[in-house]
């Protein structure tokens, strides 16, 4: 692809060409080489990071109540969907909400089926070229059963067997690596144990062999409930993040979802490898997980990055409302203003912050030449974003709305005049509709039978 | 107006009858009287109240930097719109995003122009006239200069008389009631002192003698900040509610904006004399003022509604956004789920919750025949409301977008196929990008006057 950009009189913008797929240069004045694109009254900034997300709980969002983790994630498996179908609605559904709320890039923490793995993986990966956004398929993996995830306190427990041993399961990671990861298209595979609350410490050190093998990047959930601060201690003797570190599992190219029940020294262990926190404000508050200590983790010089979380707890896949949210959330944690995120650091968090949690700080995250062309135009026109003021102040503090106009990734328009290019939406939307049915009414049969034990463990009488 | 309307087979809502300006009743099957509406794939709600805004601040939304309630303000007001014709459009803006989320009544504690203070109120009448939303039109008045809002701490400390007179401020709300409360039409005036920060006890005495008179509902800020607990009992040697209290301004028709810092024995008091709540959440964290107890008041059974406060401490005046935030807000405050809110009660507290604070629960708030007919039906087909699941779940913990479909505002439908029919939203769009010019360098001369002192002051040095 081959565009000049122009940029208004008055807006934030630049004037830029890109060729192919990088970004040729930057200036305030350029030749046009093929279609200019006319940027008055626009704002044209780095594409943003979905850094954490499952794609598949779209199928359940709005409908699981008001539940801690544990018994949420009791729910949510009780229902989770089992066809592939599926899994590529919604993967496409996830990529479009993305796309709309100033998202390039996707990290999909996909939630495999049983017995289709591997083509689950393919389906969500066809999905995600098809739309054209930016993937970063990690599939969910773990080597012990659901009720290993709860912490036994006083009592003595006995948990099944995962039906999958550590050794098919990493096995079919390396599979998947084999036929996907192609990062320079768009497309890569991460490692991605669930978390240390159902992984055995075989798993994490498997991963981090395909990982050196292969030079992947590694995800997982890290300390996203006092349950699970619990069970590392019951587990290890130790918090989570020293058993990570001991292990090897952390570093410049790990990136760890939520890190809500970290002490000091945890932080300083993530400062020090170079780990990546992706911070999902809506599910920790969804699911009653706590505030992650964020601005504890910038002064500390940890990566913070956001992520929307499955839909199931969010309930939505809007990225600005996570960036908002996730941003101003924390002015209530520290008295002094001077440490509050401002609306432009915010904007390095979502974009460069993502980059950098990814590995790919040199190729994506900024407006910067010869970075890859992940990029979003906002229509400064929009009611939302009226009156003009500050447009990236009132994009990120106000609530965006129909203000997405073009997004390009690699270089590739993918939305254009606030229309996806690729897909047809009003066809997706049929589909997700067909696919579904209205129930106000539903159950979950693991709820019921935890929730008791759940109480007495965590103490809720 | 007169209208039938049927619902789809699957989704929740009514089939009703509206005759003139109430619901004429609620039943499954109904001769239609009138036009029609298919209610195929909608869902019908009580209007929702934003029971909490100061429109003008829509001309600042986004610019304001990351600072606390005191300095914040200082910066309002440096730059607060002079001019009639801004607070016609910041109106008309503030109501037509509320429409869009869900919002049929508008409680605006407007900020008035110095010496053109009924007008102020005339214009804003105007507007919400010409638009149709419910008003209820707050107009915000002290008593007292602005730097006696922040506690004096060790120091000692002199300000300047306020410009205008108690007897003067009260005189111009008289007139203003006599001019334009007429409840029965959808227009409200409400008496409305900022706050114990900067108002007399004459000012609030002789508001309540007005609300006796004229049968008016009392609005006021409440305990938004630390700086403002502190003021207090500076000021009365006891609390912010204790003096309220005494002084006779509770009652089951004041609503208190943010409440935040209160004590156990305070919410017992709130409790005791029926007064609501308006939970501004969003406002509340960008200002850093923190979370206000709404647990707590609800099992204490103070009234709670939401609002969005004004767009300059939010920074949008979407209600939706307001009340999935102030709910699920507080799920990190009480370890144990079963206090926290449904789905179903948010929107109890934004529809009835909002009428009982501003004393129509009799006639508002609910979908109830005899109930005048401020409905709005929601188009289950949005994306953001997709796939099918439990679609008041979604509705409140999603993000709906193009999801308001009709709104009706006693009776008159105001918003048909997700177009505002009262007004011209496109003209609207180019005024308020005509009046108003983008700035990334504004800076406030007054913050920087009072700067140092409020960090004295409040020990952040």
Redesign the interface.
């Known amino acids: 692809m081959s565009a000049g950009l122009s940029s208004g009189q008055?807006?934030?913008g630049i004037l830029g060409h890109r060729a192919g797929e990088a970004i040729a240069a930057i200036a305030p004045s350029l030749e046009v080489i093929g279609t200019a694109i006319n940027g008055e009254n626009k704002l044209l900034l780095p594409g943003f990071f979905n850094a954490h997300s499952h794609s598949s709980e779209?199928?359940?969002?709005?409908?699981?109540?008001?539940?801690?983790l544990e018994?949420w994630l009791a729910q949510l498996y009780d229902f989770a969907p089992l066809d592939l179908e599926k899994v590529y609605l919604s993967a496409l559904?996830t990529a479009?909400?993305t796309l709309f709320s100033g998202g390039t890039s996707v990290v999909d923490h996909l939630i495999l089926i049983p017995g289709k793995e591997l083509e689950t993986i393919a389906t969500a990966v066809r999905a995600y070229k098809e739309i054209g956004i930016r993937a970063f398929v990690s599939p969910l993996i773990q080597d012990e059963s659901m009720t290993a995830g709860i912490p036994s306190g006083e009592t003595k427990q006995n948990h099944e067997a995962y039906f999958r041993s550590t050794q098919a399961t990493l096995e079919l990671i390396e599979e998947a690596v084999r036929q996907f990861h192609r990062p320079d298209e768009g497309m890569s595979i991460l490692v991605a144990p669930t978390g240390i609350q159902l992984c055995s410490d075989a798993l994490f050190q498997g991963c981090i062999e395909l990982s050196d093998k292969y030079n992947l990047c590694r995800h997982s959930h890290l300390l996203e409930t006092?349950a699970q601060e619990k069970l590392a201690q019951e587990k290890y003797g130790c918090s989570a993040v020293e058993h990570l570190g001991r292990i090897g599992y952390l570093g410049d190219r790990t990136s760890l979802a939520h890190c809500i029940h970290l002490t000091d020294t945890d932080i300083a262990i993530l400062a020090e490898t170079k780990s990546t926190v992706v911070h999902n404000p809506?599910s920790?508050?969804?699911?009653?997980?706590?505030?992650a200590p964020i601005l504890k983790y910038r002064q500390a010089g940890v990566n913070v990055s956001f992520g929307c979380d499955g839909a199931s707890s969010?309930?939505?896949q809007?990225l600005l409302?996570a960036i908002k949210?996730g941003s101003?959330?924390h002015?209530?944690t520290?008295?002094?203003?001077q440490h509050?995120?401002?609306?432009r650091q915010s904007v390095e968090m979502a974009s460069l912050g993502g980059a950098k949690g990814l590995n790919m700080a040199d190729k994506l995250g900024s407006l910067t030449v010869g970075k890859k062309a992940d990029l979003v135009m906002y229509d400064?026109?929009s009611?939302?974003l009226?009156?003009?003021?500050?447009?990236?102040?009132?994009?990120?503090?106000?609530?965006p709305?129909?203000a997405v106009e073009s997004v390009w990734v690699n270089g590739k328009q993918v939305v254009a005049n606030g229309k996806v290019t690729t897909i047809n939406?009003d066809d997706?939307?049929q589909q997700?509709?067909d696919?579904?049915?209205?129930?106000?009414k539903?159950k979950s049969q693991t709820v019921a039978q935890l929730e008791a034990y759940y109480r007495t463990v965590?103490d809720?009488l």
Chains 1, 2 share one sequence.
Do not use: C
Not at 284 to 291: A, E, H, P, T
Not at 334 to 337: E, L, M, N, P, R
Not at 435 to 440: I, N, P, V
């Open positions: 008055d807006a934030e779209m199928w359940q969002r709005g409908i699981i109540p008001p539940l801690p018994l559904g479009v909400e006092k809506l920790n508050l969804r699911l009653g997980s706590g505030i969010n309930d939505s809007d409302e949210i101003i959330l002015n209530i520290d008295f002094d203003y509050w995120i401002t609306p400064l026109t009611l939302s009226l009156p003009r003021t500050d447009p990236i102040g009132l994009l990120i503090l106000g609530r709305t129909n939406v997706l939307r997700l509709y696919h579904s049915q209205w129930d106000t539903r965590m809720l």
